[in-house]
């Protein structure tokens, strides 16, 4: 099986841009399914989860088409309203094509999708709003069928319970082309989900984001548009932290700084000297770093729980004891088994990680446990003594788009065998 080799001990430095959102890439794709016409969307992140998207798209009949990091889409001939059961299973995030299946079919067909990695996640307030916009689902053995028994979905006002980001993409996608007016209230305010709402908005989708409400007056038709994907924060915050942790200096280019405003403040804490500009960050580590005193994961614009797993890693070398608080997952903390193999010292009880800095880690072999816990391993070994052998690559290659070549780019001594 194929796994990465890393020898740890290089100082990162130089310059590497950011690529495209994951978690934007995602719905813009589940969203090309409403326009007539072909969208064309720029700066998509070559990921198998990018991949899955279009598996799931062409089942629906969809043409699409994918030049370097361009993707295109037309779902004129599109008409079969399925998702099949390993593509669900491939990809737990593929729910966020059930708005819009909906909406663009009138019905939708899909398996429930289960738990994953980080826990139970459950879709009951997707389901609880696309109900509320008139839609019927009947879930039965693990199947779920929904329709729409007025053909479109009907506006209302859905407040959600938590700011989910899934659901409100979800229920943003279904609203787009509702009749009347819905109004989703505690909307999540994640910046892919601005992203999903310009692209829609070129469309011809009319759309207000407001500080947790997001009015959307439904249009009969969409046409489709050329978007280009916003900036992968979290991919930014994972190179920062493998920098950070070689005690390197480095910029990382073609980001927004305001994505990560919650993020930089804790690189500076730890020692790191930041700098900002319009649209890219530098950061110059210092020898040893210090400790993360406390670190809250929140829904934005709080500390996102995506990118907790690589500064964790890299406080696993600070000097001092760092304390982790996870908010919005339950069970987000496996892979600290993995970088205790390579001489961590971290506690878990619940929610809370306890890690008690070491002079030097060493390299181990070790299994990615989910996409972001795989990035934590990857930091640690970037810094660890002598060589780590990292397994379960597939969780990695869903959310980073040139992984080896960034970090050899940086200076890494990196590369995937087997
Ligand atoms: C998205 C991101 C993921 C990120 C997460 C939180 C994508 C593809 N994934 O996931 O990387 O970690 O946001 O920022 O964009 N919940 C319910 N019922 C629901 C929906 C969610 O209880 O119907 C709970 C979940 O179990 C979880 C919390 O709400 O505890 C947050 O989930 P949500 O914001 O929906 O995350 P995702 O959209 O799945």
Do not use: W
């Not at 506006?155 to 279904?174: D, I, K, M, Q, Y």
């Not at 005193?293 to 996102?304: A, S």
């Not at 797993?309 to 996870?326: C, D, M």
Request: net charge negative.
């Amino acid at each position: 099986m194929p796994h990465l080799l890393i020898e740890g001990g290089h100082r990162l430095t130089g310059t590497v841009p950011a690529h495209g959102a994951k978690n934007a890439v995602l719905p813009l794709l589940a969203a090309t399914l409403l326009p007539c016409g072909e969208s064309v969307l720029h700066n998509a992140p070559r990921l198998s989860d990018v991949n899955g998207c279009l598996d799931i798209l062409r089942q629906f009949g969809c043409r699409c088409a994918v030049d370097g990091r361009t993707v295109t889409v037309c779902a004129d001939a599109a008409d079969h309203p399925v998702i099949s059961d390993d593509l669900m299973r491939k990809m737990r995030s593929s729910i966020v094509f059930l708005g819009a299946m909906m909406a663009r079919f009138g019905e939708a067909h899909l398996s429930y999708p289960g738990g994953c990695e980080l826990g139970p996640r459950p879709i009951d307030l997707h389901l609880a709003g696309f109900r509320q916009l008139g839609a019927e689902i009947r879930e039965e053995r693990g199947q779920l069928h929904a329709f729409l028994p007025h053909g479109r979905f009907i506006g209302n006002t859905v407040s959600l319970s938590f700011p989910s980001v899934g659901a409100t993409e979800n229920l943003l996608l279904a609203a787009v082309t509702a009749e009347g007016t819905t109004t989703i209230l505690n909307a999540a305010r994640e910046p892919e989900i601005a992203d999903l709402a310009a692209y829609l908005t070129a469309c011809g989708a009319r759309i207000v984001l407001d500080d947790g409400t997001v009015t959307v007056e439904g249009v009969r038709q969409l046409t489709a548009c050329e978007h280009t994907v916003m900036p992968d924060r979290i991919e930014v915050a994972t190179y920062l932290a493998a920098v950070a942790v070689t005690g390197g200096e480095a910029e990382l280019t073609s980001m927004c700084p305001a994505h990560v405003a919650t993020i930089l403040p804790v690189f500076s804490e730890m020692g790191c000297r930041v700098r900002e500009y319009p649209d890219r960050v530098t950061l110059v580590a210092p020898g040893k770093l210090r400790r993360i005193p406390f670190l809250r994961t929140m829904p934005y614009p709080g500390f996102p729980t995506d990118a907790a797993a690589p500064l964790l890693a890299a406080s696993t070398l600070a000097e001092g004891t760092s304390v982790f608080v996870e908010s919005i997952f339950e069970s987000r903390y496996k892979y600290t088994g993995e970088l205790a193999r390579m001489g961590a010292r971290i506690k878990t009880e619940g929610r809370v990680a306890v890690v008690e800095g070491v002079p030097a880690l060493s390299g181990a072999a070790v299994h990615c446990t989910d996409l972001r816990g795989g990035a934590a391993l990857v930091v640690a070994a970037l810094a660890a003594d002598g060589v780590t052998a990292i397994h379960q690559l597939s969780h990695l290659d869903r959310g980073y788009d040139s992984l080896e070549q960034t970090l050899t780019i940086l200076g890494a001594d990196i590369r995937r065998v087997g």
